[in-house]
């Protein structure tokens, strides 16, 4: 079955820097991939998805970019600031599994002042 | 909001004792999906229910269960608690179809003594 991998665990960055995350998969038939913000204590909640038919998607400071080929999406956030310090999960949803998201392990990204 | 409600929001109760945490999920919306979330932990895939019937299973103990009404509702019964059943609970909802974006609800944060 699908398996999604997440990297780093840890993200520490200056305010004002890009923040990177990437995830890979296994499946090469997945095809929606999103990604969720969770503050402390906290709903993970829906920040940006992408498709299999696209490469990229933006939206202001944040984007999400797709290489099927590599089997691998990151989310950038760029110019972060404090309220982006949170835990961020991946997720891929395989063809033929009832529209399960299978979930990276998660990052803590950490903004540092 | 995101439109899922989950009840109660603390639950605190003794080990061996039995509990049943309850989902509504968004207006029009099919699919249910409940998670563990320990601390600092990713979110564990507990089960999934598509329009009354069971579609997947994760790592779902047997002394956990879970069943979707014909009003959409789900609940969740965990049973002979243990301190590590400690947890967030979260209950997702998603239509179900190709759009398989999930909305969570605000959690259940369990507590077992």
């Known amino acids: 079955g699908e398996n999604v991998e997440q990297h780093p665990s840890t993200l520490s960055v200056q305010e004002g820097d890009s923040a990177v995350i990437k995830c890979t998969y296994s499946d090469s038939a997945s095809n929606y991939f999103p990604w969720y913000k969770q503050e402390l204590g906290k709903r993970p909640q829906l920040i940006i998805d992408?498709?299999?038919n696209v490469g990229e998607k933006k939206d202001q400071r944040i984007a999400v970019t797709l290489n099927k080929t590599a089997k691998h999406f990151s989310l950038h956030i760029t110019e972060t600031q404090p309220e982006d310090s949170a835990v961020y999960f991946c997720a891929a949803t395989p063809p033929g599994s009832n529209y399960q998201l299978i979930w990276g392990a998660g990052t803590k990204l950490i903004i540092k002042p | 909001d995101s439109g899922v409600t989950q009840t109660p929001k603390h639950l605190i109760t003794a080990t061996g004792q039995r509990v049943t945490l309850r989902c509504s999920p968004r207006s029009g919306d099919l699919s249910v999906y409940w998670y563990q979330q320990s601390l600092d932990q990713g979110l564990q895939f507990l089960i999934q229910y598509y329009n009354g019937e069971e579609r997947a299973k994760g790592n779902i103990l047997e002394r956990f269960s879970a069943q979707q009404f014909p009003d959409l509702h789900s609940e969740l019964n965990l049973s002979s608690l243990e301190l590590g059943d400690s947890a967030l609970y979260f209950c997702a909802s998603s239509v179900g179809t190709d759009r398989t974006e999930a909305f969570f609800g605000q959690g259940t944060r369990l507590t077992v003594v």
């Open positions: 992408i498709r299999s």
